[in-house]
């Protein structure tokens, strides 16, 4: 599989703008906190909006529900596969990994070097730095499993929200996209260290413009992590998680059942020709360490079990996955979140989405379609070859936090918003005040 990338109680309230949930009311923004409490508190301020309801082949829920959906109007239409391709989840999966257009772009590769030494590989498109203001949105996308700059979906992606003017930046994990592996420690679900250094290395290059990130399979599982770790001090302004696989030992369960197996195989040998182009790094390595069995690993188990689980400190795969969850990080996040599933994801099952948390965190969205595979959504109007159905509403998204986020920040600017005012009814709350009351 050449292209494919297959991954594998109230939030805390914040204290900047920046980690606020908005939506528009008509040249209004409502301001709704990271906690419940204020949640229905807002609840009972009549909003200016249309009640916007999605078609019943989409299931969407989310504590944020109410805020973001008027934003997603492509929502009121029905999911519809691509005919005889999006009726089988294993032939869209395959589908789109091998016959998705490539969209053909220049890259500029800024090579990053982190503080234990390793390095990661941020891919830029050439010439933005002269065709951008500084405050152009960034996005930052986060591929899956062996996943880079180089996948089809990525491409896509970047592709679109250039066209909307913003600044995309591909971060290829160690060892993907063909990025340098200069230590003897990879990546895994469980490190955050590198997203941090890529996220304040970023936001120190562009320091006047807002923050965005967008992650699949494994690099889904990864943002959502950081998301919930940061919680209330995340310097990011909106998030996009897709085909994350959330709960690891579910999906490492049905990961090695029935045709699965090939997804397996196919990912396990795409880590393997990873390891073995930097095989000299772990020679006479020791301890715990099972080079063999990580060099010729049958499956990803195997390999995390010979490598990854020994070079981030776990007692074994399964303890790997247990404490690399990103389900156990919801209940923390307190950014923007739109959470899109497939009902019928052979990687990430549906069964493993904290959909409760979910409903009760005020500041995320869970879309779920009837198909789709795994990073496949091969419909709507770009179907077959083109763009994920997923990719519009990404944007309609993120261009909403952008707009209302942008708006904000003017009128904070020109002195037109204080800390005694509540936007819900013409002024805004200060959020440490809000707090104090609320709690």
């Not at 002269?130 to 700059?149: F, N």
């Not at 690099?219 to 209330?232: C, F, P």
């Amino acid at each position: 599989m050449a292209r494919a990338s297959i991954g594998s109680a109230a939030a805390p309230v914040s204290s900047s703008f920046r980690h606020l949930s908005l939506r528009p009311l008509s040249s209004v923004f409502l301001v709704r906190s990271c906690s419940t409490a204020s949640a229905a508190v807002a609840a009972k301020t009549p909003l200016m909006s249309d009640n916007l309801i999605p078609h019943p082949s989409l299931e969407v829920v989310g504590g944020a529900r109410d805020a973001f959906l008027p934003a997603l109007k492509s929502l009121q239409n029905p999911y519809h596969p691509y005919p005889i391709i999006g009726w089988n989840r294993h032939a869209e999966t395959i589908f789109a990994a091998f016959f998705r257009s490539l969209p053909d772009l220049k890259l500029r590769r800024e090579c990053l070097r982190t503080k234990d030494d390793g390095s990661v590989a941020l891919d830029w498109v050439a010439g933005d730095d002269r065709r951008l203001p500084p405050d152009s949105p960034v996005l930052i996308l986060l591929p899956g499993l062996t996943g880079g700059s180089q996948d089809t979906y990525v491409r896509h992606m970047l592709v679109r929200a250039r066209n909307k003017g913003w600044r995309v930046v591909v971060f290829n994990s160690r060892g993907c996209g063909n990025s340098p592996v200069t230590t003897s420690q990879f990546y895994s679900a469980s490190f955050l260290g590198d997203i941090y250094e890529v996220v304040a290395h970023v936001g120190s290059r562009y320091p006047k413009a807002n923050l965005y990130a967008v992650g699949w399979s494994l690099g889904a599982n990864i943002l959502v992590r950081y998301l919930g770790q940061e919680s209330h001090s995340c310097p990011l302004s909106g998030a996009v998680s897709l085909c994350n696989p959330f709960n690891l030992p579910i999906a490492d369960e049905d990961f090695r059942k029935g045709f699965n197996i090939v997804y397996d195989k196919a990912l396990a040998n795409a880590l393997c020709k990873i390891f073995k182009k930097h095989a000299l790094l772990f020679e006479d390595i020791g301890g715990e360490y099972n080079i063999p069995l990580a060099a010729n690993a049958k499956t990803v188990k195997e390999f995390d079990e010979g490598l990854t689980r020994v070079s981030f400190g776990f007692k074994s795969a399964d303890d790997y996955y247990s404490n690399s969850s990103s389900s156990d990080s919801i209940k923390s996040v307190c950014t923007p979140l739109l959470c899109i599933q497939a009902a019928n994801d052979p990687i990430a099952p549906s069964r493993g989405i904290p959909r409760k948390d979910i409903e009760e965190n005020p500041n995320c969205l869970l879309i779920v379609t009837p198909q789709g595979g795994h990073l496949g959504w091969v419909a709507g109007s770009d179907a077959p070859t083109g763009a994920p159905w997923t990719d519009p509403i990404v944007m309609d998204f993120l261009d909403n936090l952008e707009q209302a986020k942008s708006a904000l920040d003017l009128e904070v600017g020109n002195g037109s918003v204080t800390d005694d005012t509540n936007i819900l009814t013409g002024t805004l709350i200060d959020n440490q005040k809000q707090n104090s009351i609320l709690t």
